[in-house]
């Protein structure tokens, strides 16, 4: 090993240390500190899935069995929020339905995503013929309307949660793949990509440790305002009587259901709806506060 020599008596040269790269993780906790924004959104969205998850131990009543004799009963000291037509109570379906919101949602976005991500990425790395087919594909997917597209799929499919998770995906996946293309397309011609693809790289090893680690900021807002629009497309099909089965507890059938009695029980659309409400406005104060926080353009990178 050879030593750098120095002129006598001087000290040796002092060698600067490696840069340290603080890990992601590290770095969105001390971005959800200081954006009050963020950490707003972020607090709402824990309490949905907290209580979602304790609703057994919140309410002694089930969701989806009912007393005849205790139908469209006001808010009281036994039923909070009152019942519905079937004598359920409210509250329980509320805190039930947090559930069936919260897990299809995630599931439905996080294959979303995924799969945007990783087709974005492709285009982007790649190039070229593929590039252009897939954007003229994902062109003529987005020329329909979402809500048209899910009926469309949930009609020929049947319902279920399966089938709302793939019906998110086919409709929400081309505009994932035109943000992510659009913040992949900055990092391509960066150095270190050209030196991965001069090694010999291949195209997947280049993606996942070159490209994305670099547009993880990008994903991440990504998927908080993409869960938020899952959210509220998901409640619409439950609505329109495409979505949950009845007498599955949740938010967007409890509105459809109970929309008739309004004037006699309100609560049992004024609960969902404000549920609804609360959990959107989270995720989009989440979305806004990383976006702003972290630099993210969304309309920049092709949303």
């Avoid at 971005?31 to 009050?36: G, H, M, N, P």
């Avoid at 629009?229 to 967007?252: E, K, M, N, R, Y």
Wanted: glycine residues 8%.
């Amino acid at each position: 090993m050879s030593s750098v020599r120095t002129p006598e008596g001087a000290a040796p040269a002092a060698v600067p240390p490696a840069p340290v790269r603080s890990g992601f993780a590290a770095r969105a906790w001390r971005t959800v500190r200081s954006s009050r924004p963020a950490a707003i959104g972020l607090a709402i969205v824990a309490v949905h899935a907290v209580v979602a998850l304790l609703a057994p131990l919140l309410t002694p009543y089930h969701p989806t069995v009912g007393d005849a004799s205790h139908a469209l009963l006001g808010p009281g000291a036994d039923h909070w929020a009152g019942t519905d037509a079937y004598g359920r109570d409210v509250l329980a379906r509320v805190l039930y339905g947090g559930r069936y919101a919260l897990g299809v949602s995630v599931a439905g976005t996080v294959l979303t995503v995924a799969l945007g991500t990783v087709l974005g990425c492709a285009a982007a790395l790649r190039g070229g013929w593929l590039d252009d087919v897939l954007m003229r594909v994902l062109d003529a997917v987005l020329s329909i309307p979402s809500i048209l597209a899910l009926l469309v799929i949930v009609t020929a499919l049947g319902t279920g949660p399966a089938v709302i998770v793939l019906a998110v995906a086919v409709v929400y996946i081309p505009q994932v793949v035109r943000v992510v293309r659009g913040a992949a397309l900055a990092v391509v011609p960066a150095d270190y990509v050209t030196a991965a693809r001069a090694r010999g790289e291949r195209t997947w090893s280049i993606l996942r440790r070159e490209v994305l680690p670099n547009i993880t900021d990008v994903v991440c807002v990504e998927f908080a305002m993409r869960a938020s629009w899952v959210v509220l497309l998901i409640s619409s099909l439950s609505f329109l009587g495409f979505g949950a089965d009845p007498p599955t507890p949740d938010w967007g059938l409890m509105v459809s259901e109970n929309r008739t009695a309004i004037t006699v029980v309100p609560m049992a659309s004024l609960a969902p709806i404000l549920a609804l409400a609360t959990l959107v406005v989270g995720l989009n104060l989440a979305a806004d506060g990383l976006s702003k926080a972290w630099g993210v353009d969304r309309i920049r990178e092709g949303s």
